[in-house]
């Protein structure tokens, strides 16, 4: 299969089982080849990019419906590439780092990334992954999520389920997509503690024998109380509980709106 034109970042499309646009993004041809041809077969259309700055231009013109981000290429790497796009869209964004630091691999998490592989990484993961984010999204768009709850609201902090949006004393947060749903599976139970596996399911969507790395979660708790809470230091919402994992306090404040 050939791989998609450099030029103006459109990709050859199957328009009779079209899931959507991904963009490939890897300074490696054979990982670009491998990826498209994989995932054009399960009825993705794929662009693809060799470098930081060609991604951005073809973001531009293609308008994915996800991006997989590779974190150490030319003219500008994946950090980078992910600090760009969070100022401006909340696509899905999964990166992938050959970086052995375990810091260094959750970087492009605390940039906004949704999910990380290491590689070398299992494509049949990878599509795994893709698939589970891309219905999380698309699942904003023909549902009002969980259950009809109109507006909660606790204290200076308001949900609207139905547009998923969040504000904190009238001025509306910037949240990526899994950020909302994190959120908003922590205020619809105030009080129960998930754990890390259990968000990892009910947000990530993945299953019990995907053994996604639990840090995803605590950095996007972290990127999370820095956006809602006053002193993130010493949160008032999102609490850790010890040994378990997380929840969210204030039961007695939350009142539901229509």
């Known amino acids: 299969m050939l791989e998609s034109s450099r030029c103006g970042g459109t990709a050859l499309r199957n328009l009779s089982d079209d899931k959507g646009t991904i963009l490939v993004v890897d300074d490696e041809a054979s990982i670009r080849r491998i990826l498209q041809t994989r995932l054009e077969m399960i009825g993705y259309s794929v662009v693809t990019a060799s470098d930081g700055e060609e991604a951005l231009s073809?973001?531009?013109?293609?308008?994915?419906?996800?991006?997989?981000?590779?974190?150490?290429?030319?003219?500008?790497d994946g950090y980078g590439v992910c600090k760009q796009?969070?100022?401006y869209s909340d696509v899905p964004i999964i990166m992938l780092?050959?970086?052995?630091?375990?810091?260094?691999?959750?970087?492009?998490l605390e940039l906004g990334a949704d999910d990380y592989m290491a590689k070398p990484f299992s494509p049949k993961e990878l599509e795994s992954r893709i698939r589970s984010l891309l219905r999380r999204r698309n699942d904003r768009t023909t549902t009002t999520a969980i259950s009809n709850l109109g507006v909660m609201v606790v204290d200076n902090l308001k949900i609207d389920t139905n547009k998923r949006q969040v504000y904190k004393a009238g001025e509306r947060?910037?949240?990526?997509?899994?950020?909302?749903?994190?959120?908003e599976l922590l205020m619809r139970y105030p009080g129960k503690s998930f754990t890390r596996g259990e968000i990892l399911q009910q947000v990530w969507g993945y299953n019990a024998e995907q053994h996604a790395d639990t840090r995803v979660?605590?950095?996007?708790i972290s990127r999370l109380r820095l956006k809602l809470e006053d002193d993130p230091e010493n949160p008032e919402y999102i609490l850790t509980q010890r040994g378990s994992g997380y929840l969210f306090q204030g039961i007695s404040k939350l009142k539901h709106q229509s």
């Open 217 to 220: 979660v605590d950095v996007h």
């Open 58 to 76: 073809a973001f531009r013109l293609s308008t994915p419906d996800l991006i997989v981000l590779d974190v150490m290429m030319p003219k500008l």
């Open 97 to 108: 780092t050959a970086l052995g630091d375990v810091a260094d691999r959750i970087t492009g």
């Open 85 to 87: 796009l969070r100022s």
């Open 173 to 183: 947060l910037p949240l990526t997509g899994v950020e909302y749903s994190l959120l």
